[in-house]
């Protein structure tokens, strides 16, 4: 099973934080991030039921880049699902089909869940390797907070296997991939106003493909070459 950090953003009320704790110890999460939550009392503590050493546990933050730290993999959740290539923004991927893509990880993926009455603002958004949704109603697609975070964890929890994939890229080597894309940007002189949003869009979908090492080296290269060219043959950074 990865090493999954559950993040609630912002949460309003107590118990739908304790609801979440409970939701985590059945499915084998521990580790519990509250970034701004109201204040937390006696509601959260019952519905956490067997939950609450995670609840004693959790961590308050008050910047969400501080919940963010040591994170592999940025996960945001969204209940809205927005049609069309040019929206990639918003274009989230079937919590099942996530949970698939991440068997045999070991780790440590965000999970980010938003406010109950928002959700996760755009800059927030704009934070995530890859967004999820739990498929629903078009009639009434938005889930309970604890909810969500249920459907989730069981998605996660039920795809995991023994099975491994191809070591992923790590952290480190996935950062870097997204600096030459920029700098592969400037070499070309991308538009500027467009720069940011396409920048999310590559985000987006290396997180939905989740590289292995062999694919981080295939695509460095061939940024490394397309620069060069670029450049006349000077070496590339």
Known sequence: MPEIRVILVGPKFEGNIGAVCRSMANFDVRELY???PCEIGDD???RAKHGSDILDNAVTVTCIDDALTDCFL?????GIVTKGDKNYARVPVPAREFAQNIRGYEQRIALLLGREDIGLLQEELNKCDILINVPTSEQYPILNLSHAATLVLYEIFQAHSVDRRAEPADHREKEL?????MDLLDAVD????????TAVMFRRMMG??????YEYNTIMGIFGDAAKIINNGKNYR
């Open 34 to 36: 509250l970034v701004n």
């Open 44 to 46: 959260a503590y019952r």
């Open 74 to 78: 940025v996960v945001g959740t969204s």
């Open 177 to 181: 991939m997204f600096e030459f894309f």
């Open 190 to 197: 991308y538009s500027e106003p467009r720069k940011e949003g």
């Open 208 to 213: 939905r493909s989740i590289p292995t090492k």
